[in-house]
């Protein structure tokens, strides 16, 4: 077994054992919101917004992007769980600024292994065989933080599937500081 | 400012006074690992898996499944971050047990509202106009809890982009006792 593995599976057996009543939890979101967040390690969506098991949704993707797949998880979550404000939260030094589709696919197709980034860029130094099929994919980076909330909160709002009168809040989250910081153009976009 | 808006920053400012060293975190995942699992309120996946922050990439959204988008962000996970070992954890209860296609875009077409779920089945009180655009999305509901979780593990095992040698771990996590149980048929399916 994995190193990682028998963490996980420790650290789960742990607070299985200190569970107490949080098996009563409803399946509904009691607290009746959902943030769609970035999957990035140092964010912890939990202690970052004030949660407690039970209370919200919580959807997390490379970037916290406006997916199709984020914009399918916050049709169920209104349509059949009631939640009824939703925040889109990017952060900051975020690894989407770091690279653009055409650099990925480069990289994809020399090799699978990991890539390292430099002073001159990324570099591959993996053993092929590559594969061409990231030609097929959006990686969704982008090279603007607080633009790219923006964007995500307006391609929300857009959805025929979205009610108008759920607001949406844009916000990035500064890894530096673990502040949430308000984008005003973001905000008035996401209005209900 | 709504209630929520108003609680989830109160809760950010506490967070972030007491934010201590975590401003010098580093981007890529410190212990090289990756969580795709359920936006479910119940799950807290830092609890669940014993996660600081800094230490893992978690993936969410309805399902926990292994949609284009979550094999988007595991792609960047590894290729430019470094994962090496990756989770697919779906849990019991989940809301993606209670409704297929057909329901969903029909309980859509009616109305953009929340729908309740009775001895009935769902039901709509909302009022329209709905929309037919969920004709044209896919929702990922299930049925069989442990085979959803085989068949997401085998789809990421399939993607061209995804290195044979990452182990892909397939359990469900149980919300009456917080335990992990794992599903043996992914696991073989998802072996290095």
């Known amino acids: ?5 028998e963490e ?5 057996e742990h607070y299985s054992k200190n569970f107490g009543k949080k098996g009563d939890l409803a399946l509904p ?7 769609l967040t970035c999957m990035d390690a140092r964010i912890d969506p939990a202690k970052m917004a004030g949660l407690s098991e039970g209370d919200a949704h919580v959807i997390r993707n490379a970037g916290g992007r406006a997916s199709d797949d984020a914009i399918r998880s916050l049709v169920i979550s209104y349509k059949l769980l009631g939640t009824k404000e939703w925040f889109v939260i990017h952060h900051s030094d975020c ?7 055409d650099i990925m696919r480069n ?24 594969s061409k ?3 097929y994919v959006s990686f969704l980076a ?17 959805s025929p599937l979205v009610p108008s009168r759920i607001p949406i809040y844009g916000f990035y989250y500064d890894v ?12 008035k976009a996401g209005k209900a």
């Open 1 to 5: 077994m994995s190193k990682i593995l």
């Open 142 to 158: 982008f090279k603007d933080l607080e633009r790219s909330v923006v964007e995500d909160v307006q391609r929300i709002r857009r």
């Open 29 to 35: 979101p009691s607290r009746h919101f959902a943030i």
């Open 176 to 187: 530096k500081t673990g502040k949430l910081v308000e984008v005003p153009e973001a905000m």
């Open 133 to 135: 099929e990231a030609s």
């Open 107 to 130: 990289l994809l197709s020399k090799s699978l292994d990991t890539a390292t980034i430099g002073a001159k860029g990324w570099e591959d130094h993996g053993k092929g065989p590559g």
């Open 95 to 101: 690894g989407m600024m770091l690279f653009d589709d």
């Open 8 to 12: 996980v599976l420790s650290a789960n």
